[in-house]
């Protein structure tokens, strides 16, 4: 059947090769360093499964490892934001992980948060993925972003004025895509004790 996938998970709630991605999303949604990739055919993917994952997801190479001793999960991207100032200047980007590769870079904007941008940033990658049909994890050095992402809403104590008109009329526009939209891309935690810097990391501290 044309378009039909298989879809293999090497590292989840219980590893295996299946059928649909609603039986593959169910084993590693909320799994950390879950690894799953699809496949055209069924023979592919059990062939897949017996094999090294890595032959198949990215290099073998870590950028270090859970406290659970898995991997970055790879392929993956990485948010982040920057403030110039408690509020000030404000801008965000998503990248790959393994290659560092700018995907998408908004602001600088005015009058805004360093948790605004981190929220702001994971809504847009998940648009961007949802939009390319990807399933790949999302990393955030941002609990406080997370959190917000979960209960579709950003907490933000700032006040709108005119200078930051443009920032919360994204912030609403976040909102509505979160209520309004599914998605089955893991957000995680990106630990920078473990790791170092988020790979999206502005470099300006």
Not at 100 to 123: C, Q, R, S
């Amino acid at each position: 059947m044309a378009g039909e996938k298989w879809y293999v998970v090497w590292k989840g709630f219980e590893p295996g090769v299946y059928k649909t991605w609603l039986e593959c999303k169910q084993q590693i949604a909320g799994f950390e360093g879950a690894l799953y990739k699809s496949f055209d055919t069924q023979s592919k993917a059990v062939e897949a499964y017996r094999s090294d994952p890595w032959n198949y997801i990215g290099n073998k190479k870590t950028i270090g490892s859970f406290r659970n001793n898995s991997p970055v999960v790879l392929p993956s991207l990485s948010v982040d934001a920057a403030c110039s100032g408690n509020p000030g200047k404000m801008e965000y980007r998503g990248v790959n992980t393994e290659t560092g590769k700018e995907i998408f870079h908004i602001g600088p904007l005015d009058e805004a948060t360093n948790n605004i941008g981190e929220f702001l940033a994971i809504v847009h990658g998940l648009a961007l993925l949802k939009k390319q049909n990807s399933a790949i994890p999302i990393y955030s050095d941002s609990a406080n972003a997370i959190l917000w992402i979960k209960n579709k809403k950003c907490k933000t104590k700032l006040t709108p004025c005119k200078a930051n008109e443009k920032v919360f009329d994204l912030i609403v526009r976040a909102e509505k895509w979160l209520n309004e939209n599914t998605y089955p891309n893991p957000i995680l935690k990106w630990e920078t004790s473990l790791w170092g810097e988020i790979p999206a990391d502005f470099g300006r501290k």
